[in-house]
């Protein structure tokens, strides 16, 4: 049952503003993008046409605060069966951005925020790469990479995702 108490009657307006959004409401529900998902066969939770119709019912929270919104891989396998033509992976990509910008953003993306702040990289490189490295013969290269740093700084990114 959708309570539409708490709806936001602007939520999809300003999805469609988002770039990748401006298919949002030439969905008509006919289920196509989520019979083809290969996210939705391994966990029945994620659907893209459910989180498309909650975002055009104004359902802004319950959207934004939903694990289940990061599952798209980004397949693409929904746009290609769309009846409609809708880009569906860049709908849900267009309401993901959405959600970051205003602050809902999954622990594990800030943990790698934080590494990559960090180091530059997703994991840490250490002594024992490097001299593996130079044992193959291949290039030094720093433990950390500083200027992943300056440019999370320069997006802004790590401000909208609380770091």
């Known amino acids: 049952m959708i309570d539409l108490k708490n709806a936001d009657p602007h939520f999809k ?3 469609i503003k ?7 409401l030439k969905c008509f529900g006919c289920s196509d ?3 083809s998902c290969p ?12 989180i498309i119709r909650l975002t055009l019912l104004g359902m802004k929270n319950r959207v934004l605060s939903s694990p289940f919104l990061w599952f798209c891989a980004h397949c693409h396998a929904c746009t290609e069966r769309c009846p409609q033509g809708i880009l ?10 959405y959600a970051v910008e205003n602050g809902y953003c999954p622990e594990g993306y800030k943990v790698q925020l934080d590494l990559l702040k960090r180091l530059g990289r997703l994991y840490e490189v ?13 290039p030094p290269i720093d ?3 500083p200027e992943v740093a300056r440019i999370l700084e320069h997006t802004g990114i790590l401000k909208k995702v609380g770091q």
């Open 13 to 15: 307006w300003e999805i």
């Open 18 to 24: 988002m770039e990748g959004g401006e298919g949002l």
């Open 88 to 97: 569906v992976a860049e709908v849900i990509n267009a309401i993901k951005n």
């Open 33 to 35: 993008c989520a019979a």
């Open 143 to 145: 433990k950390t990479i």
């Open 39 to 50: 996210v939705r066969y391994f966990d029945e939770r994620y659907n893209p046409r459910k």
């Open 126 to 138: 250490e002594d024992f790469d490097l001299k593996k490295r130079q044992r193959l013969g291949l």
